[in-house]
């Protein structure tokens, strides 16, 4: 299914274009918090949480996904420290591409799997992919961004002790934090636009993207950091020119007075509304914060439609009804 319609006789032959959708999927989605998932179950875990994705791209969507690397990307930390007696260790930058490939994989498959298995085959493929920041960008020297699984108070000690931060999450729970740059262009771009117009679901900036910077006699070079992937996906919907930009989480809507008996969710939040909700300082940094900051960004420069809700209603939020829908 091409989702386009047929043009009349006296008009251009040629199918509409397929409206563009950019999906960021969490890194929890596929690992969540609370368990130590094995490959196995991350791929389990994957398999559940593309049916939203599924639909889209049987509604006639052309679709890139954006996935999240937090918990792997920690976990892919740690296995070089405990490995470093052996084997020399992989710094972050790579560490961040390495994960955007076999998380990559996994997502690349099912949704493969998956379409075929619905009548509805397409291709897909996985760009790793880079993404410029700022070698200056101040968030390098103040790590906000988690990683990694909760730690045990001797963990989190010996990490501070070895120069790492470490920080209480919005659950009160002990994580590493890496500095988070500001994305600010997708190096790869023109390879994932021409693979869209080809009618693939593309996978891109996986972990956010592997961060880089020019250096003026080397070129480009890698930056041992971990972008948010909800701000880079609002770059790559911006500079794609497309239609939605849809963040899948574990809430099911933004909310207000958060955690609290008056909390209530928000069906629909103008770009105004958004950024007075993230500066009164009501939504987790660590959490819900950066979506709705992406998402009212994005909303900001390209007057698209941006979704945030949880992944099991993402069919029903595209079509209005369900999520917290940020609008001009």
């Known amino acids: 299914m091409r989702g386009a319609d047929v043009a009349s006789a006296s008009q251009d032959s040629s199918p509409d274009p397929r409206p563009v959708a950019v999906i960021a999927l969490g890194g929890n989605a596929l690992d969540p918090g609370g368990e130590r998932a094995t490959i196995h179950d991350q791929f389990r875990h994957t398999r559940q949480s593309l049916a939203p994705i599924v639909d889209l791209a049987i509604d006639g969507w052309d679709l890139c996904i ?46 493969d799997n998956a379409l075929r298995a619905a009548g509805h085959p397409r291709d897909v493929a996985t760009v790793i992919t880079q993404v410029h920041v700022a070698p200056d960008d101040p968030a390098l020297a103040e790590p906000t961004k988690f990683i990694g699984h909760a730690l045990t108070p001797e ?39 021409a693979l869209l117009a080809g009618g693939a679901v593309v996978i891109a900036a996986g972990g956010g993207g592997a961060p880089i910077y020019e250096d003026a006699r080397l070129g480009w070079e890698g930056i041992d950091a971990v972008v948010d992937k909800d701000l880079v996906a609002a770059v790559l919907a911006r500079d794609l020119g497309a239609e939605l930009l849809l963040i899948l989480t574990d809430v099911d809507a933004v909310y207000v007075d958060w955690g609290t008996p008056a909390q209530r969710a928000c069906p629909r939040l103008t770009v105004a509304e958004a950024d007075a909700l993230v500066a009164s300082g009501a939504l987790g940094e660590g959490s819900m914060a950066p979506k709705v900051r992406a998402a009212a960004g994005f909303v900001r420069t390209t007057g698209g439609r941006a979704i945030i809700t949880a992944l099991d209603r993402g069919r029903a939020a595209v079509r209005g009804v369900a999520g917290t829908t940020i609008v001009p």
């Open 155 to 193: 963990r989190a000690a010996q990490l501070r002790a070895e120069g790492h931060g470490v920080r209480a999450d919005g659950h009160g729970r002990l994580r590493r934090v890496v500095g988070s740059p500001q994305p600010l262009a997708i190096h790869e771009l023109a390879s994932i636009r």
């Open 66 to 111: 954006v996935h999240g690397n937090g918990p792997q990307v920690g976990d892919e930390l740690l296995r070089n420290e405990l490995a470093r007696s052996e084997a020399s260790p992989l710094p972050l930058g790579v560490l961040v591409a390495a994960t955007a490939g076999w998380i990559g994989y996994m997502i690349q498959q099912s949704v």
